[in-house]
T-cell receptor, first 111, second 113 residues
Framework: DAKTTQPTSMDCAEGRAANLPCNHSTISGNEYVYWYRQIHSQGPQYIIHGLKNNETNEMASLIITEDRKSSTLILPHATLRDTAVYYCIVTSTGTASKLTFGTGTRLQVTL | SAVISQKPSRDICQRGTSLTIQCQVDSQVTMMFWYRQQPGQSLTLIATANQGSEATYESGFVIDKFPISRPNLTFSTLTVSNMSPEDSSIYLC??????????FGQGTRLTVV
């Protein structure tokens, strides 16, 4: 599976959009981009995933560049409860098997 | 979706002893996974547990140290054997039932003294 690169940490004001970038320049054509987050002292939680097209659900939007070498997770209106470590994961399966977690981005949402 | 219960939620153990962690799922699932999260670190996959076959271990993890059972489609155990302080971590169970997302338990926080 392709390796991902994320910033170590980011800050965001409550109510503003949080844009979390992820580089995956070695991604293959059949690999998906997944995002999970881990709130302190909890297990990781699925957010969203995509292959080529941009995706949106009730939690977030995922923007994948046309060359698929990078993506951005967007939390449209961040709240304090969104403070967590966000993991961008690239996997060749369309399911959730055997996830390889990188170091992730620690997002701190502030008042 | 799947709801996963892990027991115990936390424990403090003496070095040299073993601890068995239980993972119970509220529905039948094909694959179960065990992860370790060392203090301040990300998650690392230990092994994949399939019902009816031996677990498949990732590089750096061996069966003698982390024996796994998978007696049925809703239950698995991970044992941390002959513990040392370096085994102090959060151990997490995850399931995949051919959905597009993985579900995780809340983890077992292990401290070895």
């Amino acid at each position: 599976d392709a390796k991902t690169t994320q910033p170590t940490s980011m800050d965001c004001a409550e109510g503003r959009a949080a844009n979390l970038p992820c580089n995956h320049s070695t991604i293959s054509g059949n690999e998906y981009v997944y995002w999970y987050r881990q709130i302190h002292s909890q297990g990781p939680q699925y957010i969203i995933h995509g292959l080529k097209n941009n995706e949106t659900n009730e939690m977030a939007s995922l923007i994948i560049t046309e060359d698929r070498k990078s993506s951005t997770l967007i939390l449209p209106h961040a709240t304090l409860r969104d403070t967590a470590v966000y993991y961008c994961i690239v996997t060749s399966t369309g399911t959730a098997s055997k996830l390889t977690f990188g170091t992730g981005t620690r997002l701190q949402v502030t008042l | 979706s799947a709801v996963i219960s892990q027991k115990p939620s936390r424990d403090i153990c003496q070095r040299g002893t073993s601890l068995t962690i239980q993972c119970q799922v509220d529905s039948q699932v094909t694959m179960m996974f065990w992860y370790r999260q060392q203090p301040g670190q990300s998650l690392t996959l230990i092994a994949t547990a399939n019902q009816g076959s031996e677990a498949t271990y990732e590089s750096g993890f061996v069966i003698d140290k982390f024996p796994i059972s998978r007696p049925n489609l809703t239950f698995s155990t991970l044992t941390v054997s002959n513990m040392s302080p370096e085994d102090s971590s959060i151990y997490l169970c995850s399931v995949d039932n051919w959905d597009t997302e993985a579900f995780f338990g809340q983890g077992t926080r292990l401290t070895v003294v």
